[in-house]
């Protein structure tokens, strides 16, 4: 919304974006490009954010006053819809960057912020200096205002729909989904019969160890003697073997089941391919779907659904808890333990995540042998 245009070099590693102009902050502040550098010089020192954008974004400068220019660590030929997507995409005020400050958010949009109670309800206020208007040339927003509650249960939102406590909310449950469109008065926007692929739900697994490893490569670790690859990428250099070693050694580690706390002495059990497989397998996606997800929407292989011009079958493990069975016996032979564990983090406040995980907790235990061994999961 804040760019007009985004223009690549000839190889993908300069983007030139013209911005918008006679757009105003809530604070009365002009957007410009010195604002643009502005947020990414505090997003890139952000001990967070930076670590995730310093691989990718070298520098933003300012070619003029409504014109900056991206220059990227490699070729990037997806940067403008990363930008459009991530946090760097985001623009407050000036008056409102740095890690201490600890006042409202500044922003550019439609409704102005007016107060924050955590994990309860954010309220907001209508912007009259917003710059959009309308098709008939109104100026929005139409509203004067709009509040956001917190409601985890999935089962309590419908309940505050019905009730009139909320006029819209998100559901994403298929019971509850169910459950909506029985209610007389409300509408139902649904995503399962639109063009573009609906929203997956899925069990991610190996997501901790996934972490640790971009953080190695990226030299978060150096400090430990775990070098990174970052630099010799960014030279475009081979990463030497030995630091590639170092990279994977300073990923280990893995949730204490017993405790729910990193613990660098267990092996992380879910980098193994065939712990994950053995997951897959053990896992009834079709009954799932019919109790848990009450029948809404499909069981999905993969990112798109079959009829879509996309989708190549990623041939995913089939239901077979014999064979999940075995692949686990024969991890526990081969690294000579007795038992497989790992966490599962859940929404503890909904009660359909905890379902759900009532229900992966009785399937991966069905892979233990009569002795109390085999594989099997703790909620966080």
Same mark, same amino acid.
């Given at each position: ?53 310093? *691989?990718? =974004? ?31 995409? %985001? ?45 008939? @040339?109104?100026?929005? &927003? ?16 419908? #309940? ?31 995503? #399962? ?27 978060? /670790?150096?400090? =430990?003697?775990? *070098? @990174?690859?970052?630099? %010799? ?6 990463? &030497?073997?030995?630091?590639?070693? +170092? ?20 092996? *992380? ?5 065939? =712990? ?6 053990? =896992? ?24 879509? $011009? ?48 009532? /229900? /992966? ?8 042998? $009569? !002795?109390? !061994?085999?594989?099997?999961?703790? +909620?966080?």
């Amino acid at each position: 919304m804040l760019a007009l245009s985004a223009k690549p070099s000839a190889d993908f590693t300069v983007w030139t974006i013209a911005l918008r102009h006679g757009v105003q902050f809530h604070d009365g502040t002009n957007f410009d490009a010195s604002v643009v550098v502005a947020n990414y010089t505090a997003a890139a020192a952000n001990a967070t954010v930076g670590l995730a954008i310093q *691989p990718i =974004i070298a520098s933003v400068t300012e070619v003029n006053s409504y014109t900056v220019e991206y220059k990227m660590v490699v070729p990037f030929a997806a940067f403008p819809i990363s930008l459009s997507e991530q946090q760097i995409a %985001y623009m407050a005020a000036p008056s409102a960057l740095g890690n201490t400050y600890a006042g409202k958010p500044i922003g550019t949009g439609p409704f102005k912020f007016k107060a924050w109670s955590v994990g309860v309800e954010s309220q907001f206020t209508k912007n009259e200096k917003y710059w959009r208007k309308d098709g008939a @040339g109104r100026r929005l &927003p139409y509203l004067d205002g709009i509040n956001f509650k917190t409601i985890v249960d999935s089962a309590s939102r419908n #309940e505050a729909l019905q009730s009139g406590t909320v006029d819209m909310i998100l559901q994403e449950t298929g019971v509850q989904i169910k459950q909506l469109k029985k209610m007389s008065g409300v509408s139902v926007i649904t995503s #399962e019969t639109e063009p573009l692929d609906p929203p997956i739900n899925c069990l991610i697994v190996n997501t901790t160890g996934t972490l640790n490893q971009y953080f190695c490569w990226a030299g978060e /670790f150096a400090s =430990i003697g775990v *070098p @990174g690859g970052l630099p %010799y990428i960014e030279k475009g250099e081979a990463i &030497p073997t030995a630091v590639q070693d +170092a990279d994977w050694l300073g990923t280990l580690g893995a949730v204490n089941p017993s405790t729910l706390q990193w613990d660098t002495t267990l092996k *992380p059990v879910l980098n193994d391919v065939t =712990i994950r497989q053995a997951c897959a397998m053990a =896992i009834n996606r079709s009954t799932y779907f019919k109790l848990i997800d009450g029948s809404v929407g499909s069981v999905a292989d993969g990112l798109y659904r079959k009829s879509s $011009p996309f989708y190549t079958s990623p041939n995913y493990p089939a239901f077979n808890p014999t064979k999940a069975k075995a692949l686990v016996a024969a991890y526990m032979a081969t690294n000579k333990v007795t038992s497989v564990s790992f966490v599962i983090d859940i929404l503890q406040d909904d009660s359909t995540a905890q379902q759900a995980y009532s /229900f /992966f907790e009785s399937q991966l235990e069905r892979l233990a042998s $009569p !002795r109390p !061994r085999g594989l099997s999961c703790r +909620a966080r």
